[in-house]
């Protein structure tokens, strides 16, 4: 059974930086690709990143220059680091493994989600 346990969100300040981090047990992350998700409430939960097994990112349209998605295999981790944060970013942040279609460049989730960590952006 796979099992993922994000932490790492908090309260800050617009401008201010976090990291999460998504351990996961039950499936060896470097034969998976790995995304990081988030909803806000009354919204549907999105896509902000994915890496895939080969290191290939991809981020969306508002985490693009701002968020960094990276893993460590040996950990079976897999971390979001966020600058720049903005009110905006605020939601309940949700990683997941999954596959990268290389034809597309799409991630398709596995629909294995852990908890969440809850990030919040506000002076």
């Known amino acids: 059974q796979v099992q993922l346990v994000e932490s790492g969100g908090g309260l800050v300040q617009p401008g201010g930086s976090l990291r999460l981090s998504c351990v996961v047990s039950g499936i060896s992350i470097s034969s998976v690709s790995m995304g990081w998700y988030r909803q806000a409430p009354g919204k549907q939960r999105e896509l902000v990143a994915f890496?895939?097994?080969?290191?290939?990112?991809n981020y969306a349209n508002s985490a693009k220059g701002r968020f960094t998605i990276s893993r460590d295999n040996a950990k079976n981790t897999v971390y979001l680091q966020m600058n720049s944060l903005k009110p905006e970013d605020t939601a309940l942040y949700y990683c997941?493994?999954?596959?990268?279609?290389?034809?597309?460049?799409?991630?398709?989730?596995?629909?294995?989600w852990g908890q969440g960590t809850q990030v919040t952006v506000s002076s």
């Open positions: 890496i895939s097994i080969s290191g290939i990112t």
């Open positions: 997941t493994w999954g596959t990268y279609i290389s034809a597309s460049g799409d991630f398709h989730a596995s629909g294995s």
